[in-house]
């Protein structure tokens, strides 16, 4: 007998349709309107409401516990500081659904390529977000939040630069590594992690790019949140204007770096070191990022991530190229795939 939890209502519609009943939340026949999802098992759908505002309802695969559920934990984090994100408006544990606030389609990627508009202001205001969640996220810290029981440790990054390794290298890519060479860059991984785990460490949301933020009422709000550890004071930054999804211009990285380190208080002659340890965290991420790549378009079948590719080994290569310390890496990385070289 299977212990994998089962829905009492295995089609998604009538779950929903019970759910808005149960709640009052909407008309049990309001109308549907299914959205785009993330690389998650998770399902969205707009609830029309004649009358009022839409919601959202995030369906998950199987039943959930509220009362641990991660999502959960980081929102009330989150309102305490207070951070712009959706509310939950109620739940379900035994239909594994979340009401949400609905903040639109508009994620801040979605807008520049519609508009363009205030691209500058929306950055430089999502820079001061990342500085809001690591100077309040010290300042709440307590275990009674998830966040502050995970953390990028040795374990973590290791994983994730195997993760790049399995699913981008040799699943993706064909690669052959031959024993040697994956000693070699378990080596250069050591080197890597160890050096960013014994980084200070501070909030991070761990997913901080253009498709996790959303532009509603001319504000900015975060989304996917519910991954959120500690780990390197760059590690959101990295994540922000090392996007996969979306092209900088060197002057506005090298703008919104400087905007970072003055709302942070740092010291303008730690600016060299700060950008070292920038683009240190930059090639961790940005490879694990391609495992996630190469991970949705093999083993989930889903080839649209691959558009992303190209963006995001530049974003490698480029600091490959210009650290001494990763010629070693840059060679046993070009052999296994040319583009990284």
Known sequence: MSDTPTFELSDPEQRVR??????????????????????????????????????????????I???????????RLLERMPVPAPAILGHSDKDGILALTDLGDMTLQAHLAATGADREQLYRDAVALIVLLQERGRELATTDFVPYRIAFDVEKLT?????????????????????????????????????????????????????????????????DFQD??????TYDLVSLLRDSY?????????????????????????????????????????????????????????????????????HVRRNLRKYERFSRLRVLLGHLDAELM
């Open 18 to 63: 019970r759910f808005l009943r149960d709640h009052q939340l909407a008309p049990a026949d309001a109308r549907l309107v299914p959205l785009t999802g993330d690389a998650s098992d998770r399902r969205y759908l707009r609830v029309c409401r004649d009358g009022q505002d839409p919601i959202v309802l995030a369906l998950h695969a199987a039943p």
């Open 65 to 75: 516990e509220f009362a641990s559920l991660p999502f959960a934990n980081v929102s």
């Open 159 to 223: 994983w994730e630069l195997n993760f790049f390794v399995k699913h981008f290298l040799e699943a993706h890519r064909g690669a052959q590594i031959a024993p040697e060479i994956r000693e070699q860059l378990a080596e250069e991984w050591s080197a890597i992690v160890s050096e960013l785990a014994g980084e200070t460490r501070v909030l991070c949301h761990r997913d901080y790019h253009c498709r996790n933020l959303m532009v509603h009422d001319g504000r900015l709000f975060l989304i």
């Open 228 to 233: 959120a550890r500690l780990g390197p004071d």
């Open 246 to 314: 979306m092209d900088f211009e060197d002057s506005e990285v090298d703008a919104l770096i400087a905007h970072f380190q003055q709302l942070k208080h740092l010291p303008a002659d730690d600016s060299a070191e700060f950008r070292r340890r920038f683009d240190l965290m930059s090639v961790q991420r940005n490879l694990k990022a391609l495992g996630t790549f190469g991970f949705m378009t093999t083993t989930k079948g889903n080839p649209v991530y691959v558009q992303y590719i190209p963006r995001t080994i530049a």
